[in-house]
């Protein structure tokens, strides 16, 4: 296994103005990647701020706001991208809805939404990277999809959520199939790394003492499994699940 260095690479990471995109964002920085942040909800103060913390590091970024919920919003990422630095090593598909429904309550708008968001445009965005990534010299580079426990599990309470990321978890694999040798595709079920809005301190880390580790994770521990799969490159296919053993229970 060959460890490949972020240093002079360029970085895309959707969703990462804040939260675990923003962690995957500044640990692929410290990595040495120059990042492009992408935003499209969150304020342009958030994304500017992002920015900044990262360039404080030593390497390049730039923000681009875009809907990815658009083929026009996903078109304007990467050509923000290739004007920015003419050059793509590293995709992660962050950028995700979180949106609470039982399955007979979804509406036909609310699935529409939720796959356009959390499955299509990981597809159209994967679509993007990889001629840019092809032209590189040598030719490759590595795409990290940022999944969840609803990839897997049944959440009864997260319906739609659930299946659109059950989409990408086998997005991720045909994707490390199809796009091999030059290009890698990865993935990461993150567990409880975010302490919920309703939740205070105590409740958080009540919720975890049942875990084999009995406490909670965070948004960095997620960053460096993502930078992990970024530089380790025999791993292709690989889903990493980073919960503190919540899934051997």
């Not at 500017?48 to 404080?56: D, G, L, P, Q």
């Amino acid at each position: 296994m060959m460890h490949v260095s972020l240093k002079g690479k360029v970085a895309l990471v959707t969703g990462s103005a804040h939260r675990v995109g923003k962690a995957i964002a500044v640990e692929m920085a410290k990595a040495g990647a120059n990042i492009m942040v992408h935003y499209s909800s969150s304020p342009d103060e958030t994304a500017r701020e992002t920015v900044r913390e990262i360039k404080s590091l030593g390497v390049d970024a730039f923000a681009c706001k875009a809907d990815l919920r658009t083929v026009e919003g996903i078109d304007s990422l990467f050509a923000a991208v290739e004007r920015e630095f003419k050059r793509l090593d590293v995709l992660v598909n962050s950028a995700s809805n979180f949106q609470k429904r039982r399955l007979m309550e979804v509406t036909l708008e609310e699935w529409e939404e939720t796959m356009r968001i959390n499955l299509t445009a990981p597809f159209l965005c994967t679509k993007a990277a990889v001629p840019m990534m092809e032209r590189n010299d040598p030719p490759g580079g590595v795409i990290i999809n940022i999944l969840d426990k609803g990839a897997v599990d049944a959440w009864k309470e997260f319906a739609h959520h659930g299946v659109s990321k059950a989409g990408l978890y086998a997005l991720t694999r045909v994707s490390a199939l199809s796009l091999g040798p030059n290009i890698r595709c990865n993935g990461i079920i993150p567990g409880a790394v975010l302490k919920p809005a309703d939740y205070d301190e105590q409740q958080w880390v009540n919720n975890t003492k049942a875990y084999p580790l009995q406490r909670p994770g965070t948004a960095e521990d997620v960053a460096r499994a993502a930078v992990y799969l970024a530089t380790e490159d025999f791993l292709t296919g690989t889903i990493i699940t980073v919960d503190g053993g919540e899934g051997v229970m």
